[in-house]
Each structure stands twice: as structure tokens, then as C-alpha cells.
């Protein structure tokens, strides 16, 4: 190889060409014309080691681009089914069978509470008879039960027994002897106690007759001697800290009365 000196030096120089030297084909770089010889060495360096000298320009005649051949990966036929990965779930499909499988549950889930609170209900039901019954069985043997009113068969369904009732609570001493009987009834609250005491007291059919205030054609029942007597009761049982709490439960029990009949005719 011709040293690089040789020819750098007189270049650098600008020594006239000496027309002994063998001539060779050479390829001008683009936009490579620069005043100062020492740049023009700097960008020439820089260009072998940066340019791709082989890359001719587009617009030539004899131009070709060089094709980037593309790889193509795919398994090998002689690969194990060890090395293949599982395919993933569907997931559309498993979200289908989530959701039908949480609407099954909470369809059971309703059907149990249902039945759990019909079973409570009737807990509670058989609860109330069996301490009425005993309460029943404690003041007969002391004499004076309230249920044991000669001429009246309680529950009371027809006008004549409730009239011969209220003349028997015109009596203040039957009347604060049957509050003190009745108070031993007990209930959760207000409410509780006057549905559990009037059940025994009253027919639906004779609550029907009735309001609080006697409207829609209905008679009075605040006037009644049996209001009286629900009203002490209530006091004795310590379940109401004020009247206006135990007028409000009669009110409510007896503007229920047509639901619990049409509540007994279902099940009958």
C-alpha cells in the first residue's frame, strides 16, 4: 500500500500533478467540497468510520438499494409439545359462566332468606301463644283471669260480647285488675304488645268495624272502654314512655286488619 504521507504531504501543498503516478477510478463524496484542507481530512476520517462508502446515489442509472430480507420465525417441526405454551382461556366464555353461576346463587340465596324469615315468623308466633297460654294458666289458678269474663268467648267476633265487655270495664277495678293481667303479655315494643294483646281480644272481621277516629263510615274506637284498658296496660308494661305512643299502635293494628285477613284466607 502506498504510504499515506507520500501523497498527503504534496496535496496538503498543492503541488502540481505528477502525470507518472498510475491514475485509478475514484467516487467524489456529496456534498464534500470544503476550503480547508485539515476540515476537509476531518470530515473524511469521520466519514470512514460513520458512511457506508458502497452506497451509491438513488438518481444514478446503475443504482440499486439493497433488499432487507425479512425473518420469518416459526416453531420447528422437530420442537416438543413441552415447549409450546397452553392457549389462553376464553375469556368471554368464562364470564358468561361467572355471571349465570352468581345469578343461581343469589336465586338461592333469596329463596333461603324467604324461607328463614317465614321460619322466624312462625317462631315468634309460637312463642307468643306458648307465654299467653302460660299467662293464662297463672291467673287461672289465682282466680281472676281477664280471659275467664262469664258470657264472653274471646277472641270477641260479634257486637253483643264486645258490648258486655265494655260494661264489664265500666267496673275501675275489673279494669286496673285486667291492665295488670294484660301488661304480663309483654312484646318487643309499643306495637309488638298491642298485636300480640288484641289478637286475643278481637276478631279481624270486628276490628274491621272500627277506627281510630271512626272515619270512613267505621266506628269509634278511642271512646271504647277497651282503649282504656289497652292504654293502662301498655303503662304497666313500661313499653311506652308516653300515650300518644300506644295511641298510635292501635291506630296502626287496626288499619291493618283487612291485610291479616286476606293473610288468613291465603293460607286457608
Given at each position: ?6 501523497w498527503c504531504?504534496p496535496l ?6 505528477n502525470?507518472?503516478w ?8 456529496r456534498n464534500?467540497?470544503f476550503?480547508d484542507?485539515m ?8 466519514a470512514?468510520?460513520t458512511?457506508?462508502?458502497?452506497t451509491?446515489?438513488?438518481n444514478?442509472p ?5 433488499k ?6 416459526s416453531?420447528?417441526?422437530?420442537s416438543s409439545?413441552e415447549?409450546?405454551l ?20 343469589m336465586?338461592?340465596n333469596h329463596i ?7 321460619t322466624?315468623s ?12 302460660r299467662?293464662q294458666?297463672r291467673q287461672h289458678?289465682k282466680g281472676?283471669?281477664f ?6 268467648n274471646?277472641?270477641i ?7 258486655l ?10 279494669l ?8 304480663e303479655?309483654?312484646?318487643s ?6 298485636k ?8 279481624n ?8 277516629l271512626?272515619?270512613?263510615?267505621k266506628?269509634i274506637?278511642?271512646d271504647l ?8 296496660s301498655?303503662?304497666?308494661?313500661g313499653?311506652a314512655k308516653?300515650?300518644?305512643?300506644s295511641?298510635?299502635?292501635?291506630q296502626?293494628?287496626l ?14
Amino acid at each position: 500500500m502506498y504510504p499515506i504521507l507520500a501523497w498527503c504531504e504534496p496535496l496538503r501543498k498543492c503541488e502540481p500533478l505528477n502525470t507518472c503516478w498510475p491514475t485509478h477510478n475514484v467516487k467524489v463524496f456529496r456534498n464534500a467540497t470544503f476550503d480547508d484542507y485539515m476540515k476537509a481530512r476531518n470530515k473524511a476520517k469521520l466519514a470512514e468510520e460513520t458512511s457506508d462508502l458502497d452506497t451509491g446515489d438513488e438518481n444514478e442509472p446503475n443504482f440499486s438499494k439493497r433488499k432487507r430480507v425479512q425473518r420469518v420465525l416459526s416453531s420447528s417441526e422437530h420442537s416438543s409439545n413441552e415447549s409450546q405454551l397452553p392457549l389462553p382461556p376464553n375469556i368471554k366464555k368464562f364470564s358468561k359462566t361467572i355471571n349465570k353461576n352468581l345469578k343461581s346463587l343469589m336465586q338461592q340465596n333469596h329463596i333461603l332468606r324467604n324461607l328463614m324469615a317465614d321460619t322466624l315468623s312462625e317462631v315468634k308466633e309460637i312463642k307468643n301463644l306458648l307465654l299467653v297460654e302460660r299467662s293464662q294458666v297463672r291467673q287461672h289458678k289465682k282466680g281472676k283471669t281477664f280471659f275467664n269474663s262469664p258470657g264472653i268467648n274471646f277472641p270477641i267476633n260479634s257486637d253483643e260480647e264486645l258490648q258486655l265487655l265494655e260494661n264489664l270495664l265500666e267496673n275501675e277495678e275489673v279494669l286496673e285488675n285486667a291492665a295488670g293481667e294484660l301488661s304480663e303479655l309483654g312484646g318487643s315494643c309499643v306495637y309488638d304488645f298491642i298485636k300480640r294483646t288484641l289478637t286475643l281480644i278481637l276478631t279481624n272481621d270486628q276490628a274491621l268495624k272500627y277506627s281510630w277516629l271512626g272515619r270512613k263510615g267505621k266506628r269509634i274506637f278511642k271512646d271504647l272502654n277497651l282503649s282504656k284498658l289497652l292504654i293502662q296496660s301498655v303503662e304497666k308494661s313500661g313499653l311506652a314512655k308516653t300515650q300518644k305512643d300506644s295511641e298510635i299502635a292501635l291506630q296502626s293494628w287496626l288499619r291493618r286488619a283487612s291485610d291479616r285477613k286476606a293473610t288468613l284466607l291465603k293460607k286457608i
